[in-house]
């Protein structure tokens, strides 16, 4: 059993916490993931590390509340609670090295992902420019612990109540419009905003890498629910990435895929929350 | 051990009289749930022997004194003296005996291929044609009745401990055989299995109508209660890694078996819909998609649903599709019935639940619909050529003969290779066709000193009794090894 250290709300339906899982804080890379399931029948989902204690023997992980089991975990999931498995850590750690500058964005959750990768570049001797973007200053977490990690720091909010108004795409295309170096471009965040960073950077002739989140099961390479077409060729994300060449993805198909199980995780929230409005009935 | 078993009344010998063998009787059928009921459910479909049944079916065996049964069967069980054993109403001793040569009795007593290996060796056949003792039944049966009347824990006093440390990884059945026989001898053991239930295949790949996930997890338990220590959740090569693995222990065996699913290239076929058999099996048999409003892991309730293959898991897989509702579920395989590598009792099984089976007939594309799922296959009708390298007859696509199927569901079954998991993270081990592990096949050493390796690691997917057996081999081999004070390490021939 991997038992939460602590756990908070960072804004709303966002939540952080720690797990304690000594073998996989001990060799976590910036990019990995773990897989996480909540009980004996839940779901395995993947999230990725946000960071890692290997002293305490602990991880982080931050993840949005979107369906049935991040939701149970954000509700039901507390201190002093345990989670039934916690597997990892998996992927292939994204590439470091001295690139030179490196603009590293995140959208929205995307923001904790980047945290170990910016870290790890810039202990690597790279000149870090993060671009973090949020829908609105009150769904802001963690950029104080990115502007720790990076050597600028740009915010954006959709509407404008925090930093520049607009996308982190609008304000890549400011960096570049305004001559600004760039040898390597990172973006993680809601596969939307992966897209339109690549469409963008396409023409720039800047290498640009996306951590793809596919639906997954096993995360070692056994099941192939996570395949997807890369450069034409069908890649296992939990293996083989989860980070690629952004130019290459199959961006069509990454999103039809995420769709595979739309209707099924609707009617098993719905499920859900039935099952609590008549117990809270009962007890009534 | 308090139940009282009268033998004469179950109508076997009792202590001191001789028995008189009644081969020329008929086998003894099983009782099968009906196929109009089993396909609305995942409860077993052969029910297995009753205690007077199984001592019925003993009192057929001859007890040879030179079983020919014995030989076949790749692990070598007493054969004679177990059914023996029954016969005389001891049915604990019996499943104590069968302990000695086969940690997993309840599983290979239920999806053993018997018919090609003990059963088809059976003197019996000889006099009485195609009623051989019905082996695989009886060790069934003695597994069970022992896990139902006991604890199902080890009873026998384990060898004074060696001092030694072995890592066993992956938790089939060939890791979980290795484990019992190490720990037997006296060696510390770790098994690591890299999801959170340990079985391997027969938890996420054989479904619970043809094996019970519960037998699995005695099975288990059984293996735990030997001393060793089993840990889910450690992916060697992340989690731990192969490193610290290779410093940390005397020996190691990888069983890390062949869990990396086949595809076959075309057009389409990441469509929405069109699974690898590792994933539909998963997602029903481990993560228990079928029990819904319990489980968290979802399915998509196949319509009209089309597998390709047409071996163990494609079968598997066409059943489980009846029974998740589909209308129609059709096996499509490139080759003949008589090509077909699936075992007897499955197809006859799969056929009498409905099962379509369509020979002769290769996909060569996927058609989806506008959101990406699917909504055809399209075939190539195939001809047989001359025998290929296999000795089976090659098949050859017939010119314009494609056609479309429509489907909702494709489950693709062609086969597993390897994970690259941990060739790839091990130094020095030396791999045939990218990912079997190359290995001795009489020590089972690999080309890392200490390291060992079997199962379907080494072989690509095959059964479980060899996986089983190699298992077995391989920690006898280990024990010489860590046993040698000169840790003679013969790289494989
Ligand atoms: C490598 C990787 C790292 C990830 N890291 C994070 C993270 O750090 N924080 C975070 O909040 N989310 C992360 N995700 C996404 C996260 O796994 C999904 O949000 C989660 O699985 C949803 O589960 P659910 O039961 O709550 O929602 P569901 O009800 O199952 O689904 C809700 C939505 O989530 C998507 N989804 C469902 N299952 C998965 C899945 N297995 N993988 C990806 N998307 C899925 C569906 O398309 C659907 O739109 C990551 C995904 C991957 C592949
Ligand atoms: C659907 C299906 C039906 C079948 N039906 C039959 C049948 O009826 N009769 C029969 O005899 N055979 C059958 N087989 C074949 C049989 O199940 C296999 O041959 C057998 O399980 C192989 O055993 P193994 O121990 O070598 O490997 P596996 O059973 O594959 O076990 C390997 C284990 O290692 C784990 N692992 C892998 N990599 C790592 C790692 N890096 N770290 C930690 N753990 C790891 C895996 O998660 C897995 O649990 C069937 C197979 C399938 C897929
Ligand atoms: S293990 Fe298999 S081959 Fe051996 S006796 Fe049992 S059923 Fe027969
Ligand atoms: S060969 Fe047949 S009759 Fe002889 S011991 Fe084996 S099972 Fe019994
Ligand atoms: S999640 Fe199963 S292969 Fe990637």
């Known amino acids: ?284 | 051990m308090a139940d009282a078993i009268d033998i004469v009344e179950l109508g076997g010998v009792k202590e001191g009289d001789k028995k008189k063998p009644r081969s020329k009787e008929k086998r003894l059928d099983i009782a099968c749930q009906d196929a109009k009921e089993r396909i609305h459910n995942y409860n077993e479909v052969a029910l297995g022997y009753s205690p007077k049944e199984a001592v019925a079916e003993s009192m057929r065996c001859l007890e040879c004194p030179k079983p020919r049964c014995m030989v076949a069967c790749p692990v070598h069980i007493d054969i004679p003296t177990f059914i023996g054993l029954i016969s005389r109403g001891k049915f604990h001793e019996a499943a104590e005996d069968i302990h000695k040569y086969n940690a997993l009795p309840a599983v290979c007593g239920r999806v053993c291929p018997q018919e090609n290996l003990c059963e088809a060796a059976c003197i019996i056949n000889d006099t009485n044609p195609h009623n051989p003792i019905a082996i695989g039944r009886l060790e069934r049966f003695c597994a069970d009745y022992h896990f139902l009347h006991s604890d199902g824990e080890h009873a026998a006093p384990l060898k004074p401990a060696t001092g030694y440390k072995v890592c066993v990884i992956g938790s089939g059945p060939s890791g979980l055989s290795c484990a019992a026989d190490l720990a037997k001898m006296g060696h510390k053991v770790d098994l690591f299995e890299a999801l959170h239930k340990p079985g391997g295949v027969m938890m996420y790949g054989i479904p619970e109508f043809r094996l019970p996930k519960a037998i699995v997890q005695k099975e288990v338990n059984y293996v735990r209660s030997l001393g060793v220590n089993i840990e889910c959740n450690v992916v060697v090569g992340r989690t731990l890694p192969v490193k610290e693995v290779l410093d940390g222990y005397d020996a190691v065996y990888v069983a890390s078996g062949a869990g990396y699913p086949n595809m076959m290239g075309i057009p389409g076929e990441n469509l929405n819909g069109v699974y690898s058999a590792n994933e539909f099996l998963t997602r029903v048999n481990l993560m228990q998609a079928w029990q819904e409003g319990v489980a968290g892991t979802p399915i998509r309730r196949p319509r009209r649903c089309v597998v390709v293959g047409a071996g163990f898991t494609a079968f598997d897989v066409v059943r489980i599709a009846l029974r998740l509702g589909a209308q129609e579920a059709r096996i499509v395989y490139r080759r003949s019935r008589d090509e077909m590598p699936g075992r007897g009792e499955e197809i006859e099984h799969a056929e009498q639940e409905g099962a379509i089976i369509t020979v002769l007939t290769n996909p060569v594309k996927y058609l989806g619909d506008e959101n990406g799922f699917v909504r055809a296959v399209v075939v190539q009708k195939m001809e047989l050529g001359e025998p290929d390298s296999s000795g089976r007859r090659r098949p050859i696509p017939i010119k314009d003969s494609e056609y479309e199927i429509p489907c909702d569901t494709v489950v693709v079954s062609i086969g597993q290779t390897p994970n690259v998991l941990i060739p790839s993270n091990m130094p020095g081990l030396k791999t045939r066709w990218g990912s079997i592990i190359q290995a001795n096949r009489e020590t089972y050493m690999t080309t890392v000193p200490k390291v060992f390796a079997g199962g379907d690691a080494i072989t690509g997917a095959a059964t479980v009794i060899l996986a089983t057996r190699a298992g077995r081999e391989a920690a006898r081999s280990m024990d010489a090894y860590l046993r040698d004070p000169a840790r003679a390490w013969y790289p494989p021939a």
């Not at chain 1, 602990?58 to 979107?66: H, Q």
């Not at chain 1, 810039?122 to 973090?132: D, F, M, Q």
């Not at chain 1, 996308?167 to 305004?178: I, P, Q, R, Y």
């Not at chain 1, 409005?277 to 007890?283: G, H, M, Q």
């Open chain 1, 1 to 284: 059993m991997y038992a939460i250290t602590s756990k908070r709300t960072l804004a709303k339906g966002v939540i952080e916490m720690t797990v304690q899982a000594p073998r996989v804080a001990a060799h976590h890379k910036p990019g990995q993931f773990v897989i996480v399931m909540s009980d004996e029948h839940g779901e395995r989902i993947p999230l990725t590390i946000a960071d890692s204690d290997p002293q305490k023997g602990e991880i982080t992980i931050v993840f949005l509340e979107v369906g049935k089991t991040t939701i149970q975990l954000g509700e039901q999931f507390n201190a002093g609670d345990s989670l039934f498995a916690v597997v990892g850590p998996l992927g292939t750690p994204t590439h470091v090295e001295k690139f030179g500058t490196v603009v590293v964005i995140g959208g929205g959750l995307g923001v904790a992902p980047i945290y170990p990768i910016c870290k790890g570049l810039k202990e690597a001797g790279n000149r870090v420019v993060a671009i973090v973007g949020y829908r609105s200053k009150d769904l802001m977490f963690w950029h104080d612990r990115i502007a720790s990690v990076s050597d600028e720091m740009l915010v954006t909010t959709d509407d404008g109540s925090f930093g520049e108004k607009g996308l982190v795409t609008d304000a890549l295309a400011k960096l570049h419009d305004g001559g600004a170096k760039m040898d390597r471009i990172i973006a993680i965040g809601p596969p939307v905003m992966m897209r339109a960073v690549s469409e963008k950077t396409k023409d720039w002739g800047v290498s640009t890498w996306v951590s793809l989140n596919t639906i997954m099961i096993d995360g070692t390479g056994m099941c192939g629910g996570c395949r997807v077409h890369i450069g034409g060729e069908t890649k296992f994300v939990c293996v083989d990435g989860p980070d690629f060449d952004a130019h290459k993805v199959d961006w069509g198909e990454m999103f039809a895929r995420m769709k595979g199980y739309a209707k099924e995780e609707r009617m098993a929230l719905e499920a859900d929350h039935k099952c609590k409005l008549a117990f809270e009935a009962l007890r009534r």
